[in-house]
């Protein structure tokens, strides 16, 4: 366990790196929730599975699975309006329909035998009555409700959809909560900051900014499913207005989501200014790709009746680009091309080149046998792009001796060049990663120069080393390091240099700690910048420059 402080001279506790664990640090429960087993049956039960103020019990993955189970149910009501789709598996909608009852009475049961130890009514004369009448319980009571109902009371089958609709309310289990922590934390704030809270990461969005984010996200793999089925024929054909309801209502919520960024962008410094900044954040990619994830409808909404504009529902797959607003992995591969773009145009110029003189040799050579398949250059193109690339369809291939003979030297070219450019993205990938996890590293060295880490700190060394696959072990080693480095310093500190090199293996740390200075200038410094004015200033000879450019690039 870490040790913490709490100084008068600052309101956040203070975590002593001489005591931090790593995997605490990482926020990785080491052995599950500290739940006695000692304790009455129902309490530890309790504990295990609804307790919220418990963490690593099994109260979020039991509400996920049951949220889950409840979106499933809606889709299972849509479907079952589709008499095509439904009267031939009308006997596994059934058994889904009953699995799905019988999960809801365990959990109705499980809240109504574990109500004393719940805090809401654990105080009340009769807790289970109290939760019984309680507005969460029934809405419970009536998602099950309707399946009972039907066996004593005879009901219309479109009447027992329409009640089984009630079971989506049982995601206000956790919605509302969230809603109640989200006022609390944006107490007094103004509208357009609880919008842009509930919008953007921030300390004031809490969990309902998470149920934001997942909720977008759904519909982004939905509306994007239903694209892809649309083109299948005999899908379309059964469930064509189910598929424009689901569209628009798809269309609808991105509109809003959206106008709820242009609207609360303002709040951040780089977009000040009103109108000027939402021009600026209407001209962010991640803006862009929202942008596009709407603009098909309104132009066959709007031109529909005077062009035909039914090929714009294929761009409705950008909105799957959406998800990269909540991954990283798109930002490094962005700054990857922008920093080796010269080689990357490099080789794509010679690829474009090989292809021209493959699609003319091909024509000159094949033009008089083939006619009809190499009629022009630019036709022999495709075929010269599937030989570099040696994919080969077949489709268009040489008869010709000397065709063939230059299909192989070709295909033999092809190998190297086509690989260049995934070679230089694959190697820059990687050492983008490797530089990140190296100035996260020199970052966490910075904080803990003063001893200690503070809760805004951690936080950011935790989402650091999540976006970055930090391990524990190599985090335990880097926390090694650190420890050494301030033990070391501290005794040699107050040691002349004379003093420090009368001791080879004093004078080896103090070696591993310059070099380690080094190579944090190295990654926190603009590097051309540096040579340019150790070049222009004479301030460094050319031993010392080329020993700096070795150190750097080791780094």
């Known amino acids: ?4 402080l709490n100084p008068q001279n600052t309101s956040q506790k203070l975590i002593d790196i001489d005591a931090i664990d790593a995997k605490e640090l990482l926020g990785i429960e080491e052995s599950g929730p500290s739940i006695s087993s000692d304790q009455p049956f129902r309490k530890w039960l309790y504990d295990w599975t609804l307790n919220p103020n418990i963490p690593g019990n099994f109260q979020s993955t039991l509400e996920r699975w049951i949220g889950i189970l409840i979106v499933l149910n809606l889709f299972a009501l849509v479907l079952e309006h589709v008499p095509a789709l439904y009267e031939p598996y009308k006997q596994q909608f059934h058994y889904f329909d009953i699995f799905s009852v019988a999960v809801f009475v365990l959990e109705y049961a499980l809240r109504f035998y574990l109500s004393p130890e719940d805090e809401e009514f654990q105080k009340k004369n009769t807790p289970r009555v109290a939760y019984v009448f309680s507005p969460f ?5 009536l998602a099950v409700a309707p399946f009972f109902l039907q066996a004593f009371i005879p009901i219309d089958l479109r009447a027992l959809r329409f009640l089984r609709l009630l079971r989506i309310l049982k995601l206000f289990r956790v919605v509302i909560p969230a809603i109640q922590e989200f006022k609390e934390l944006n107490r007094g704030r103004t509208f357009r900051q609880k919008i842009h809270a509930l ?39 059964l469930i064509n207005l ?16 959206y106008l709820m960024r242009l609207y609360a962008c303002v709040e951040e410094p780089r977009f000040r200014h009103g109108f000027s900044g939402r021009f600026k954040q209407a001209r962010q990619t991640s803006s862009l790709i929202d942008f596009v994830a709407i603009l098909p409808f309104f132009l066959e909404l709007l031109m529909g009746s005077v062009l035909d504009l039914r090929f714009l529902r294929t761009f409705r797959l950008a909105r799957l680009l959406k998800l990269t607003r909540y991954n990283d992995s798109t930002k490094i591969l ?41 009629d022009n ?7 010269a792009v599937i030989t570099l690339a040696s994919v080969g369809y ?13 299909t192989v030297v070709m295909a033999l070219l092809g190998i190297g060049i086509f690989a260049i450019p995934a070679a230089l993205l694959a190697s820059a990938f990687g050492d983008q990663l490797h530089k990140e996890r190296e100035l996260m590293k020199s970052n966490l060295r910075n904080m803990m120069k003063d001893g200690y880490l503070d809760e805004t700190e951690t936080a950011l060394l935790r989402a650091e080393a999540k976006r970055l696959h930090i391990t524990v072990e190599e985090l335990n080693v880097l926390l090694e390091q650190i420890h050494t480095e301030r033990e ?19 004078a080896v740390e103090h070696y591993k700690m310059l070099l380690s200075q080094i190579s944090q200038l190295a990654l926190l410094t603009d590097v051309a910048k540096f040579e340019q004015a150790a070049k222009s200033s004479d301030s460094l000879t050319a031993k010392e420059l080329a020993l700096w450019q070795q150190i750097k690039a080791r780094s």
């Open 394 to 406: 077949g489709d268009i291939s040489p008869i010709t001796p000397i065709g063939r003979f230059m």
């Open 242 to 257: 189910e598929f424009v309801i689901l569209d628009t209502i798809a269309v609808g919520i991105f509109t809003i989501e």
């Open 1 to 4: 366990m870490t040790k913490e």
């Open 137 to 141: 319980a029934i809405i419970d009571f």
């Open 488 to 506: 070391n310093a501290k005794h040699k500190s107050v040691l002349p240099l004379h003093v420090i090199a009368d001791r080879p293996d004093h």
């Open 199 to 237: 919008v953007s990461p921030s300390d004031y969005g809490g969990k309902l900014h998470n149920i934001f984010d997942t909720f977008i996200g759904v519909w982004v793999i939905i509306s994007v499913a239903a694209v892809v089925l649309e083109s299948v024929h005999s899908v379309h054909y």
């Open 377 to 383: 250059i630019p036709n022999a193109v495709y075929w």
């Open 334 to 374: 962005t700054t990857v091309i922008a920093r080796e773009w010269p080689v990357i145009s490099a080789s794509a110029f010679i690829m474009i080149l090989m292809v021209v003189m493959t699609a003319s040799l091909g024509y000159v050579f094949e033009h008089e046998a083939q006619p009809e398949k190499f």
